[in-house]
């Protein structure tokens, strides 16, 4: 039973940095096209401006009403700047929090769903939805839906704690989790108060704040990869501590295969990428000489 949520919990924790591995290659595609772009209006070749055709809406018939805007050659590099150095961080930084929420609750319900008592004998249900209810599975997966829904309005110390108390494992002892704390509250703001901090962003983000109340909060690729990395280890992180509760033999097998893909190999068996072309240059060196050399 134990190997079996073990299991479990290491997938959710897997996928979830699959996607994190997904959207960051997106995001350098994504960056690579805005680059590509910008060459090619900086080519010799290119004209000082350029018409360019967009929606401003939709028609009753579902039909796009189109208009056309002439740019600058100067005015689209820097809407290009915009879009790839700024508004493609603050994109990529709010699917990275919403990976993290969805691993977080997935945790909880695969834990709550395995032990149902972790619900706590204080929730109440309200009767509609145990008349409407199936059957006991059903009211229990509704009852485990209305906690995750209470817990995602929590501030971040009291949704640690949460969560400690129903899986055994205290988000507040990863670093990589106060890092993840001030991209979230980061990502609050650009989506609530045009990215300009306040004390609410000071509050969630305690001693890793990066900016006073009043002042506009950086995004930039280099802070998106902060953000991302500093996920990937907490996923990691999260992997470890999980295991000492609920051990993974998947976990363990991948631990293994990471080992001994480490492992150094035989020279005869593999030889390292410059070992053969330092071979063929000796050999080009000890040709004898040929009779017109000599």
């Not at 805005?34 to 039909?63: H, M």
């Not at 650009?190 to 002042?215: D, E, L, Q």
């Not at 005869?268 to 053969?276: H, K, Y």
Request: glycine share 4%; hydrophobic share 40%.
């Amino acid at each position: 039973m134990s190997a079996d949520i073990g299991n479990r919990i290491y997938r959710v924790i897997d996928d979830a940095r699959a996607e994190m591995f997904q959207r960051a290659e997106q995001a350098q595609l994504t960056f690579l096209a805005f680059e590509l772009a910008a060459q090619e209006l900086t080519s010799p070749n290119a004209t000082q401006t350029k018409t360019i055709s967009f929606p401003v809406g939709l028609r009753p018939d579902k039909t796009t009403i189109p208009t056309e805007r002439i740019y600058t050659r100067e005015d689209l590099l820097t809407q290009y700047r915009l879009l790839a150095v700024h508004q493609l961080a603050v994109n990529g930084l709010s699917q990275l929090v919403i990976h993290v929420e969805s691993m977080l609750e997935d945790l909880l319900r695969v834990i709550v769903l395995k032990f149902p008592k972790k619900i706590g004998t204080k929730k109440q249900i309200a009767l509609h939805i145990v008349l409407e209810s199936a059957s006991i599975d059903d009211i229990h997966q509704r009852a485990v839906d209305s906690l995750l829904n209470e817990i995602s309005y929590e501030s971040p110390h009291d949704f640690a704690k949460t969560f400690e108390t129903i899986t055994g494992v205290n988000l507040l002892e990863c670093p990589a989790f106060h890092r993840y704390i001030e991209g979230k509250a980061s990502r609050d703001i650009f989506m609530h108060n045009r990215g300009i901090a306040n004390p609410t962003y000071r509050r969630k983000a305690g001693s890793h704040a990066r900016v006073p109340v009043g002042s506009t909060i950086p995004c930039d690729v280099q802070y998106f990869l902060e953000c991302y990395e500093a996920s990937l280890q907490l996923t990691e992180w999260l992997e470890t501590e999980f295991h000492s509760i609920f051990p993974s033999t998947d976990f363990e097998a991948r631990k293994t295969a990471q080992m001994e893909m480490s492992l150094p190999q035989p020279t005869e068996t593999a030889p390292p990428p410059l070992v053969e072309p330092i071979k063929k240059m000796i050999k080009k060196k000890r040709k004898t000489p040929s009779s017109s050399d000599a």
